[in-house]
């Protein structure tokens, strides 16, 4: 104030209506904010950055030819524009204080290059007001030269890059605010607005200022300038909420704490704590494996780092690793908070993260069953191959050349008669093993045709079976089963699919054959196998989940 009242036509705040009031009560705000934040760890960066506003907010008045300060007058004509800048960087930066992407930190730095850099240095460079007759004007420590034309040039220029800086950081915080998560609307709506009033107030002040070329000080300018101080008034306002708001978060944590009590349910502690911290989309992850994956309650993988400008938190106990929390920004910025949540709730996130490890572990076990299994199928598949193009076209070339001899005899070869019906038998033997083994039309043809093909050598009916082809693993299951089932048996077999599952029942009249293997088999698919008689009759029903089995449609033959 000693400064503006040095000379009181060049100050905005005395020349205009309630101006000390707008200077004063922004200025001693953006203080106020400042130190709120600064007792916030992860919001120190913001306090200092508002405790910057505060000063460049103050600084227009610094340039008042009336200071017999060189060094004051020589601040003021360099920093009288910086204000923007600085509450712009807030805006990009809140509410931790970094500019977490490229775009937000472009813009921070042609801000400040536009209102110090052009605005404030280049335009100081060329003006010495000694030349301009003001003998008593303190020294400026920026000139090196006195060139009003280019000194006009130069401001104009920053008022023109001014106003395309303003509005494309509207436009950006605009675009921000509109496509960000529930959570952090929550969390930085209401600053974001209050800041986003402030800059719509300056570029109008800078559209005006575009014909003449400098910042005026009119008194529609008055207005602007103190619709500007209404603006971060604001702004204060809504960040000192936001620190209340996370203080209030911090008692419901408390509440968390006295409520789980290290007795919640697994089931139910993520929403717990979701509620308490008002973070709906909250998400725990649990460390597992020796690769230190991360899950969730239900086993199911969660991606780290977590995308979406969303914020991780590792909850340990000493050097226990217990869980990983995904939430909105600020949320457990304090320290305490944590403590608090892990003094309550560490026993029911640790009994969580065993029951999800087991559940990992669980998959694991069988995914690896079900390789189990498939490497099994594909071994019999070879040995069927093998059996086929080798022992079996052996023993039919072999069954040919004693025809060809018995031909050629010009007597009776009743050794080669037996020798050959001997080698019949035994390639009608290694064609039943073969197909025992693993029949050629399931792999070339599908379980429909498959069926059908055994229908023909047994008392096998095949009532039901879609013409449409399931995982190798799957179609042979249910092959095996019929194929075990109707061995000696009247057997009737239908197999449909609904709700992602293959349903195959098999009916047969007689007693009942060991099927403890295919039991196992059909475990480990994470199937289901259950048996029910009545009336002499067994029917069995086996259900085979369909996920990721990669159906296909097959013609009807």
Not at 295 to 321: F, Q
């Amino acid at each position: 104030m000693v400064i503006a009242r040095a000379e009181r036509g060049f100050s905005m705040a005395l020349t205009t209506s309630h101006g000390l009031t707008a200077l004063l009560g922004a200025g001693w705000a953006l203080l106020i904010g400042a130190l709120a934040l600064s007792r916030r760890t992860s919001a120190g960066r913001t306090g200092l950055l508002l405790f910057l506003a505060a000063y460049a907010w103050f600084l227009p008045e610094w340039d008042n030819p009336g200071t017999t300060s060189a060094v004051v007058f020589s601040l003021g004509l360099a920093l009288n524009a910086a204000c923007p800048a600085v509450v712009g960087h807030v805006a990009l930066a809140y509410p931790g204080g970094r500019l977490g992407s490229w775009p937000a930190r472009v813009l921070a730095v042609a801000g400040y290059a536009i209102t110090v850099g052009v605005q404030g240095v280049g335009a100081a460079a060329y003006f010495r007001p000694q030349a301009q007759g003001c003998s008593e004007c303190p020294r400026n420590w920026w000139s090196i030269a006195d060139a009003p034309a280019r000194a006009q040039s130069i401001a104009s220029l920053g008022v023109q890059a001014g106003t395309v800086w303003l509005l494309v950081l509207i436009i950006f915080l605009a675009w921000r605010l509109l496509t960000s998560s529930p959570a952090a609307r929550r969390s930085t709506g209401l600053p974001t607005l209050c800041a986003l009033g402030y800059f719509t107030a300056v570029s109008v002040s800078y559209i005006r200022s575009l014909d003449r070329g400098f910042l005026g000080s009119d008194a529609r300018d008055g207005q602007l300038w103190q619709l500007q101080a209404g603006a971060l008034c604001l702004l204060v306002t809504a960040s000192i909420v936001e620190v209340v708001r996370v203080g209030l978060r911090q008692r419901e944590l408390t509440r968390l704490v006295i409520d789980l009590g290290g007795t919640a349910t697994a089931s139910g502690l993520r929403d717990a704590i979701a509620e308490r911290l008002g973070d709906p989309d909250l998400q725990i992850a649990y460390p597992v494996g020796v690769d230190n994956r991360h899950v969730d309650a239900a086993a199911n993988p969660v991606a780290l780092p977590p995308p979406n400008g969303r914020t991780a938190t590792t909850l340990r106990r000493g050097d226990s690793h217990i869980a990983t929390l995904i939430h909105s920004p600020g949320l457990l910025d304090s320290p305490s908070a944590m403590e608090d949540l892990l003094s309550g709730a560490h026993m029911a996130l640790e009994h969580e993260r065993l029951h999800a490890e087991s559940l990992a572990q669980l998959a694991a076990l069988r995914a690896s069953g079900a390789r189990i299994v498939a490497a099994g199928d594909e071994e019999r598949r070879r040995l069927e191959r093998d059996l086929h193009d080798g022992a079996q076209q052996r023993l039919v070339g072999l069954a040919l050349g004693l025809r060809l001899l018995r031909m050629r005899a010009t007597t009776p070869a009743r050794r080669l008669d037996l020798a050959e019906a001997e080698l019949e038998q035994a390639v009608s033997e290694l064609r039943r093993l073969a197909r025992g083994l693993h029949p050629v039309l399931l792999k070339e043809a599908g379980l429909a045709v498959a069926l059908e093909a055994l229908g023909q050598t047994r008392d096998l009916h095949v009532e039901v079976v879609p013409r449409v082809r399931y995982s190798d693993v799957l179609e042979s299951t249910v092959y095996l089963l019929v194929a075990r089932m109707s061995k000696n048996r009247s057997t009737r077999v239908s197999v449909d699919s609904r709700e992602g599952q293959l349903i195959a029942h098999v009916t047969v009249t007689g007693d009942m054959p060991d099927l403890a293997d295919l039991a196992d088999r059909i475990t480990t698919l994470e199937g289901v196998l259950v048996s029910r008689t009545e009336h002499g009759e067994t029917r069995v029903t086996a259900q085979l989940p369909l996920r990721g089995t990669g159906q296909i449609a097959v013609a009807d033959s």
